[in-house]
């Protein structure tokens, strides 16, 4: 079986609630996952939206959330989970608004994707500092088994 990221919040390709984004809450949903690989020592997860400033003239790629060194033995996180709330051992790292945790879908223009990958992988990876998106993937290289893809998409209704 393959593994398999989901969310009660939103379906796959459909748009994420306004609760999940700037315009609301700005809360993380919930995620489960299925099918982890026998080898599994830990998971990574990023949540990107490849599309700022537009989707018509994308630039660079916007990062809201990244966490690695969860346990390989959880298989969801919580709507609304707090940093204190996280599976014992999962490290944060930094998003694109200069800290750690989780930063809602916020398009400047435009219906943005919104990508959330989960890495299952055959190792635990050493503390990195909070690392970026890339700092995070260049440690997993060579580590990963597997990865699962949930994409939602979002725009600002103001």
Request: charged share 25%; glycine share 8%.
């Amino acid at each position: 079986m393959a593994l398999i990221l989901r969310s009660d919040a939103f379906a796959a390709g459909r748009e994420i609630p306004v609760q999940y984004t700037c315009e609301g809450e700005d809360i993380s949903p919930e995620l489960v996952w299925e099918g982890v690989p026998e080898n599994t020592k830990s998971f990574a997860l990023i949540v990107h939206d490849p599309d700022v400033p537009s989707p018509d003239h994308p630039k660079r790629i916007w990062v809201h959330w990244v966490l690695y060194n969860i346990p390989p033995d959880t298989r969801r996180l919580a709507r609304d989970i707090s940093p204190g709330d996280l599976p014992a051992g999962t490290l944060e790292g930094m998003n694109d608004w200069g800290r750690t945790g989780y930063g809602g879908p916020c398009p400047p223009k435009g219906r943005h994707r919104y990508f959330h990958t989960l890495y299952a992988l055959d190792t635990i990876l050493k503390k990195l500092q909070n690392p970026t998106k890339a700092k995070l993937e260049a440690a997993m290289k060579d580590h990963v088994l597997a990865r699962a893809e949930l994409v939602g998409t979002y725009i600002k209704k103001a």
